[in-house]
């Protein structure tokens, strides 16, 4: 069977490893695995994934030390898998230009079409295409840009919602607003980044 892509998976906790790396595999892809950031690092040089799944908080170094070497040494994507959603962890997530956010505790039935949905997306900003409505991952997830995704793991984590049923709050929230989904996402981040600066910076 022909590979969907080939995916790092970095985690820290291996049973959680164990569980993504199998689930991904049975969904398709080439998996790497790594349970530490140094190992990732040697891994993601030697085989050069597609795309990287990153834990935040690991021993050594973090999710973030890895993504910000793939953004910068090997211009891997990435998405991150934490168990943390406060309003600095959010924001460096963003700065870092992750492609999704998902939130602990996810089974592997929620990662595996939000990892689809980053792939559809990457391989059509590469092609160039310029769909007249939004692609849809296998399963039928909308393949959402950066910061919708981001939006959707707030949401997830404040509410304790599937990813999907984060899609289906913001998209309302949108309609109610008379906004775009992107723009309502763009709004959400803006407001979670207010909350995470220090009193004196909000006045």
């Known amino acids: 069977m022909t590979s969907k892509g080939k995916i790092l998976v970095v985690d820290d906790d291996r049973l ?12 398709g892809y080439e998996v790497i695995d790594a349970d530490n950031g140094d190992d990732a690092i040697l891994l993601a040089r030697e085989h050069r994934p597609e ?3 990153l834990d935040i908080r690991m021993e050594g170094m973090s999710g973030f ?8 040494a090997l211009q891997t994507p990435f998405m991150f898998l ?3 959603a406060d309003e600095d962890t959010v924001a460096k997530v963003k700065e870092l230009g992750a492609v999704a956010y998902l939130v602990k505790p996810l089974d592997i039935h929620q990662i595996v079409p939000a990892v689809e949905a980053a792939f559809a997306n ?3 900003r ?7 409505e939004p692609p849809r991952a296998q399963g039928g997830d909308e393949v959402l840009g950066q910061t919708e995704a981001m939006a959707v793991g707030v949401l997830m984590h404040r509410y304790s919602l599937s990813r999907r049923d984060a899609l289906t709050r913001l998209r309302r929230m949108a309609a109610a607003e008379g906004r775009s ?7 959400l981040l803006e407001a979670v ?8 910076d909000q006045a």
């Open 16 to 27: 959680v490893l164990a569980t993504l790396t199998h689930g991904l595999v049975q969904a």
């Open 51 to 53: 795309l990287a799944l």
């Open 65 to 72: 030390d890895v993504a910000a070497y793939l953004r910068e």
């Open 82 to 84: 934490s168990a943390f």
């Open 122 to 124: 990457l391989r059509g």
């Open 126 to 132: 590469i092609g160039g295409s310029t769909p007249t």
């Open 181 to 187: 989904l992107p723009d309502q996402a763009a709004r």
């Open 193 to 200: 980044e207010l909350l995470a600066l220090p009193a004196t």
